[in-house]
């Protein structure tokens, strides 16, 4: 183990010494990767620095409490006692560190939420996702770009597509693709009786031009006018782009920006990200641990997720886990929910590596 460290170590400084050179330097995608990739190993490779140290304290303790007696032997004693206690802890650090880092983080996050079943109420209670969404990224530090939003009669939305920018948006947003299900007395109910309905959420990563390559004979690319608001523009051009991939059918529509040149490299980014997922999903059929099926029929009895208003609760289906916190948590306060699927996910990746 400790011949792996020290390798994971002198890598960390070639990289470090690269960041600075010409060579990179002089290539965006070069610099890009390897800035992500130092970003990555920095605290692991704190955690090892941090362990040397540890172990070098416990062992001068231990030296110099042979060579001395009463209390100040007891004084090293209780040193080394502490520093054990900390090289403990940071090789139980460690493990987690050294599991195989998700090759999407650090990348920006594309966001599709729908509603599902229940009428406008679904429509309603996907505003109420997005919404959700967009108050943990400010508090989180990331930045927020509607791409593409669709809104309902009553306010709520039929399909909105958000980006999410941050270091760690992917790995705390990774989690949140699927059904979610809400069970509460609908703005649109006069009896007052509690209804279920739900909003299905995808979640996949910005795909770059170098990540996959597309066909242009792969692509039926439509135009048209654009409906609803946007001013005198909307209805009086064809700047909205609708772009079908034939070989999957996967159809993605941009019609939020005035130039159509801006909705076909919208409709383009999302493609590309859909399709990178799709592929990712495929490799890792057989390996499926961490990665669930995210949209499935969008029905109530499918569901990652349900929100109970009446019960002030929150409750994540795949770990069993229940917070009685609703409110706060729509309100963005989403930290308890997602730490505990994280530290559900690595300790079946631990578990895994036994």
């Known amino acids: 183990m400790n011949s792996r460290l020290e390798s994971i170590e002198r890598d960390y400084n070639e990289l470090e010494v690269s960041l600075g050179s010409p060579e990179v330097l002089g290539d965006q995608n070069r610099l890009r990767e390897a800035s992500r990739k130092y970003k990555q190993l920095t605290p692991l490779v704190q955690c090892i620095r941090d362990l040397w140290s540890a172990r070098g304290d416990a062992a001068a303790a231990k030296e110099l409490m042979i060579e001395t007696t009463g209390d100040e032997r007891e004084s090293f004693r209780a040193e080394a006692a502490a520093a054990d206690t900390r090289v403990e802890e940071l090789e139980a650090q460690l493990q987690v ?7 999407n983080d650090g990348k920006p996050v594309i966001m599709e939420i729908r509603g599902a079943e229940g009428g406008e109420e679904a429509n309603l209670f996907a505003r109420d996702l997005m919404e959700m969404y967009t108050a943990y990224a400010s508090k989180r530090g990331w930045s927020v770009e509607t791409m593409q939003i669709d809104n309902s009669e009553m306010g709520g939305i039929n399909q909105a597509t958000l980006m999410f920018k941050g270091d760690d948006a992917w790995s705390h947003l990774k989690f949140e693709g699927g059904p979610h299900r809400v069970q509460r007395v609908p703005a649109t109910e006069a009896q007052g009786r509690i209804h279920t309905s739900s909003a299905t959420v995808a979640v996949m990563v910005e795909a770059e031009e170098l990540d996959l390559e597309i066909n242009a004979n792969d692509l039926s690319i439509d135009v048209y006018r654009a ?24 159809v993605v529509a941009m019609q939020d920006e ?34 669930k099926a995210q949209i499935g029929g969008g029905g109530r009895g499918e569901k990652i997720r349900t929100y109970n208003y009446k019960e002030n609760r929150i409750t994540d289906h795949r770990i069993g886990f229940t917070l009685y916190q609703l409110q706060a948590a729509l309100g963005g306060e989403l930290d308890p929910v997602i730490d505990a699927l994280s530290a559900d996910l690595r300790a079946r990746q631990l578990a895994n590596n036994d």
């Open 97 to 103: 560190l050294l599991l195989p880092p998700d090759e």
């Open 227 to 250: 409906s609803g608001a946007g001013g005198q523009h909307v209805n009086t051009t064809d700047s909205a782009v609708r772009i079908t991939h034939k070989p999957t059918g996967l």
């Open 258 to 291: 005035r130039s159509q040149l801006q909705n076909k490299l919208r409709a383009m980014t999302v493609l590309r990200s859909r399709l990178l997922k799709l592929r990712q999903e495929e490799q890792d059929a057989k390996a499926s641990v961490e990665r």
